[in-house]
């Protein structure tokens, strides 16, 4: 059974860097074919997909957020991270990674989702 928990602050002041870090266990993040992948829920709104990082190491931002994301991974800790840089307001959302199965958009497994809001 593959399991996905996310970790970060709750908080973040506007124009800082949010950090949110995907613990998996159950299954290795450089097994062959899975895209892990970040997605957010912004209040009121539908789930907008972040990006990914797959099995090989390479990640993929959707381009209206590249300018100021970053998706990594740590394989000896087999977690991999979110940074967004210079946030604002409009970045609250309930954050959620998860994995999918060839970056097709069919994530299987999700983690329970931490919410971080953008305030001073």
């Known amino acids: 059974q593959v399991q996905l928990q996310e970790s970060g602050p709750g908080l973040v002041k506007p124009s800082q860097t949010l950090s949110l870090t995907c613990s998996v266990s159950g299954g290795s993040i450089t097994s062959d074919y899975y895209y892990w992948t970040w997605i957010r829920q912004p209040p009121g709104k539908g789930l907008e997909w972040i990006g990914h990082i797959d099995y090989r190491g390479s990640s993929y931002v959707r381009p209206s957020l590249k300018s100021r994301t970053s998706i990594s991974r740590d394989t000896s800790k087999n977690q991999f991270t979110l940074q967004l840089s210079a946030v604002t307001p409009e970045d609250t959302a309930v954050y959620f990674c998860?994995?999918?199965?060839?970056?097709?958009?069919?994530?299987?497994?999700w983690g329970q989702g931490t919410q971080v809001t953008v305030s001073s």
């Open positions: 998860a994995r999918d199965l060839g970056g097709l958009g069919n994530a299987d497994y």
